[in-house]
């Protein structure tokens, strides 16, 4: 408790206290809240100023748009959860491999759900796990089916690290994979974010077209030459596609082979 600080407890504490108000005035906040003026004073200002708070033509302060995007982003990758589960774990009993599921955050990409193999050797990935999103296939399937102005954006302002041996650290060398991957509707990796770990990932779609997560199917390489690749791909994004299809997916050119 010690280690909390003092400013963002009674933020949240200001906050809280649209829970159960749709609109209140200052001296409410202060009444409700039982803070200092001054301090409530400042509080609100933050607030407003970052988009969390809004005041009307009354004076009265309301939740900001910003906590409505931040919902819809919350409530959808919960959703996204509870929607391709399911189905991962069809793709599961079908490849005997983890099976993972990957939402972008940012200029990350992070771990979700995943599904393990019975006998478990431990992945890179992992619920909760971020990785960038130049490294590993289902980051990088990810990567490749944003909007041309967002991938660039990335390219030019990210550094490209190692992260294991097969990790690519050329930005024109990873055009050319995103470009294949937009093509072919897949993406492999090999020793990109682990050695040894292998991926395929194919892209989750809504009913815009946008890409909304990615689905990859991982295991040891030994597991993933290229002549076992072809029904393995298909596997993988016949899920993607079902999980595409609850979203309103129904783009008849992605690619199944």
């Known amino acids: 408790m010690q280690s909390k600080n003092k400013t963002v407890v009674r933020s949240m504490d ?9 609109k209140i005035s200052f001296n409410e906040i202060v009444h409700f809240s039982g803070i ?13 100023e970052m988009g ?26 919960l959703d996204i959860r509870k929607v391709a589960l399911p189905i991962m774990q069809k793709l599961h009993d079908k490849v005997g491999e983890s099976v993972n599921l990957i939402v972008q955050d940012g200029k990350e990409a992070i771990c979700i759900e995943k599904l393990d193999k019975e006998q478990h050797v431990r992945h890179y990935t992992a619920i909760g796990r971020r990785m960038p999103l130049y490294a590993g296939a289902c980051s990088r399937v990810i990567l490749a089916f944003l909007p041309h102005d967002e991938q660039e954006q990335y390219l030019e302002q990210s550094e490209l ?89 129904t783009d008849k050119h992605l690619c199944l082979g």
């Open 161 to 249: 690290k190692s992260i294991a041996s097969g990790t690519v650290t050329g930005k024109e060398r990873l055009r050319i994979l995103l470009e294949e991957s937009r093509k072919t509707g897949f993406a492999v990796s090999h020793s990109e974010l682990e050695k040894y770990i292998s991926a395929v990932a194919a892209p989750i779609f809504d009913y815009k077209g946008y890409i909304i997560a990615g689905i990859s199917v991982a295991g040891l390489e030994v597991n993933f030459r290229k002549e076992m690749l072809p029904p393995l791909v298909e596997k993988i994004q016949g899920a993607a596609l079902e999980i595409s299809r609850k979203y309103g997916y």
């Open 36 to 48: 200092p003026k001054t301090s409530v004073f400042r509080m609100v200002m933050s607030l407003e």
């Open 52 to 77: 969390l708070l809004d005041k009307d033509k009354d004076g009265k302060y309301s939740l900001g748009l910003l906590f409505l995007r931040f919902g819809h982003l919350v409530a959808e990758r």
């Open 14 to 22: 200001i906050l809280t206290l649209f829970l159960t108000h749709s």
